[in-house]
Structure formats: structure tokens, C-alpha cells
């Protein structure tokens, strides 16, 4: 069908893009002691300015500290939003990088305070909740838009996997939730692709799949979060990151499920995690696709990832709202909800059918 048949908004391909890509991912257990030599190549003998979440453990903030040849500038990052992001930015000036130590909050304030100072950027998650520590995307309050914004990936992970193993098990199931929605994500992809003609690439497509594939493949062995589980959980999400790299865009890893969380993200604000919100998204947008929805769900369950919205807080007004509106928060960004144009109604019926609400 036509472009204008379909109401698509225009989105030219210019026929070429831009790959960036993390250049060293440190991973094991007990790695946090070596952040001093991981960062050596890049912060040399200047400071190094270390933005982190109020929850980071004193012992890892000490195992830290005596990595490093000097004393690191430490900013206590409360939330993930432009004000924590110049608090940041204000103690970079003659620092050789920034470090993001935490869950997401301190990433996402970290990588944008760093590509906005055109400095290195190294990302530490205490947490595997989501695919933001390795992504070249950052999601913030106070930017102009409420889904995350292209920045630059970080030039080093280190994944200590001691520390993200001991994070509760609800950040680890989040962190399922948000490799599962790359299924419908690549489905919104090439459903764009074939309506827009907006570039596919197949490789970063099947890198996002491999990942979603691990969680709908291995659900249950993958949900006692054993260390093999957190390892593969890690480098799953790592490789998420990697193909929206690759593909020069979220596409591989954000689709009509993404949008739907982030629709959630305005009227909740305080409900739910990312990866929680993204896999209950997940379930609906596979039955509008027509794939296996039933199979995401048990898959869902089986990790410990939450499949219905009172699980999160979330009412069923508020999931009908987020259905029917989604979409008009990025109009660019083509998917199955473009293309169905849900109601009140039918966006009901979708929600109740899937057991969401
Ligand atoms: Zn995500």
C-alpha cells in the first residue's frame, strides 16, 4: 500500500549512516577494582568526574575510589533529568571522562553530560534493567521529548557482575522486559520499512532478535538469575545497545511497545520500571502483529517480570490512554499503531484480551 494510503509521515532515507559503537566491555566478576586501569586510556592524570545514583554501596563507591591514582569528583545523581545533568556538566571542566555508576538514572545523566562536553563517556551499571548501558541513547525529564535522545555510546562498559548479580530481582526481570520488546520492535522496523521505505538493516535487526530470543528461548533458566543467567542477561542487553549502534538508530530495540511506555512514563510517572512497562507493551503489540502474545507473556511470568498494569500501578484508563495516544508522540517513527489506529473500544478489547487490565 501507499505511503499516502497510509497515512505515514515522511521519512527519507538518505541512503547512508553514521555507526558508533562501544570500544571495550570489561565483564566478570570482582571487575570493579580495574575501573582505574579500564579508564587509564582515556583520563590519563586528569580527574575524573564519576556521576552516581544515592544508592550505590559505599563498598563498591571505596572499591572505586582506590582504583583510581586520585580522588574522583563524585556528583550524586537523584534523578534522570537535565538539572542532575548540569550538575554534572559543571564539575567536567578539566576532567578526562565521566563515569555513570548506577541503574539508569546516573547512565542516562552521565552519557548526555558527556556528549554534550564531547568527552569520554564509561558506563559501570550496578543493575542489568535495561539496555540504556550500553545505547547510544539517553532518556531524560526536561528535554523536549519524552522518549530518549540520540547521544553517543559509551566508549566502555564495565560489568562487575558480583555487583549487578546482588540487585534485586525486580530490576533483573525489567531488564528481560526490556530485551523481549526488541521482538515487536524489529516487527514495527520492518513493517516500516516495507510502508515508508525507511532503511532496514537486517544484521542489527537479527542482533536485537538474538537478545529477545534469549529471554523467550530460556525464560525459565534465565529467571533464577543465577551468575551464567546474569552474565547472558548482560550481554544480551549489551548487544541491544550494539545494534541500535549499528542501525544508526533505536529502531532495532524501540518500537510501538517503547512508545507505549513512554505514554505510560507521562500519566504514571512513578509507576513501573522501563523494562516493566516495554514488556507488558510487548504482550499487546504482539497480538496486533499477529505473533505468539501468549508465549511473551509466559515468558514474562516465568522471569518475574510483571504482565498485568495493577502489577505496576497502573489503572485500565490509563492503559487505554497510552494505547490509543502513543503513537502521536513521535509521529516520525511508523509501527503497528500507526498503522491500526486503535480506539477506546478496540483498545480495550486488545488490553482485556491479553489479560493486561
Ligand atoms: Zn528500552
Request: net charge positive; charged share 20%; hydrophobic share 40%.
Amino acid at each position: 500500500m501507499l505511503k499516502s494510503q497510509q497515512g505515514a509521515a515522511p521519512n527519507v532515507d538518505p541512503g547512508y549512516h553514521l555507526m558508533e559503537l562501544p570500544t571495550k566491555v570489561l565483564i566478570g566478576e570482582g571487575v570493579i577494582v580495574k575501573l582505574g586501569e579500564f579508564l587509564k586510556d582515556s583520563a590519563g592524570d586528569r580527574k575524573v568526574v564519576v556521576a552516581a545514583g544515592p544508592n550505590v554501596a559505599v563498598k563498591i563507591r571505596r572499591a572505586i575510589e582506590s582504583s583510581l591514582p586520585r580522588q574522583p569528583v563524585w556528583v550524586e545523581v537523584a534523578a534522570a533529568d537535565t538539572e542532575n545533568g548540569e550538575r554534572v556538566m559543571a564539575q567536567a571542566p578539566g576532567s578526562g571522562c565521566i563515569v555513570g555508576v548506577g541503574g539508569g538514572k546516573s547512565v542516562d545523566v552521565g552519557k548526555l553530560a558527556a556528549f554534550r562536553l564531547h568527552l569520554p563517556f564509561y558506563s559501570v551499571p550496578t543493575s542489568a534493567s535495561h539496555d540504556g548501558i550500553s545505547s547510544p541513547f539517553a532518556s531524560l525529564k526536561g528535554l523536549d521529548r519524552p522518549y530518549s535522545l540520540m547521544a553517543k555510546p559509551p566508549v566502555g562498559i564495565l560489568a562487575d557482575l558480583d555487583i549487578i548479580a546482588s540487585a534485586p530481582k525486580r530490576l533483573l526481570a525489567s531488564g528481560c522486559g526490556d530485551l523481549i520488546s526488541k521482538l515487536t520492535a524489529v516487527k514495527d522496523w520492518q513493517l516500516a520499512h516495507r510502508v515508508t521505505g525507511e532503511y532496514y538493516g537486517s544484521y542489527s535487526a537479527n542482533l536485537a532478535l538474538m537478545s529477545a530470543e534469549l529471554v523467550l528461548k530460556r525464560s525459565r533458566m534465565l529467571g533464577g538469575f543465577g551468575k551464567e543467567s546474569v552474565r547472558e542477561l548482560v550481554e544480551a542487553l549489551i548487544s541491544t545497545g550494539v545494534a541500535a549502534g549499528i542501525a544508526g538508530s533505536s529502531r532495532p530495540c524501540s518500537g510501538s511497545e517503547h512508545l507505549f511506555s513512554h505514554y505510560l512514563d507521562m500519566l504514571a510517572p512513578d509507576s513501573g520500571l522501563h523494562g516493566e512497562k516495554c514488556g507488558i507493551g510487548t504482550i499487546m503489540m504482539a497480538k496486533l502483529h499477529g505473533m505468539d502474545w501468549r508465549r511473551v507473556r509466559s515468558s514474562l511470568r516465568n522471569v518475574g517480570a510483571p504482565v498485568e498494569a495493577a502489577q505496576i500501578g497502573v489503572d485500565e484508563s490509563q492503559v487505554v490512554e497510552s494505547l490509543v495516544k502513543a503513537s502521536s508522540i513521535r509521529p516520525d517513527r511508523y509501527t503497528i499503531l500507526s498503522r491500526r489506529k486503535l480506539t477506546v473500544r478496540s483498545a480495550l478489547t486488545l488490553a482485556r484480551s491479553t489479560g493486561v487490565v
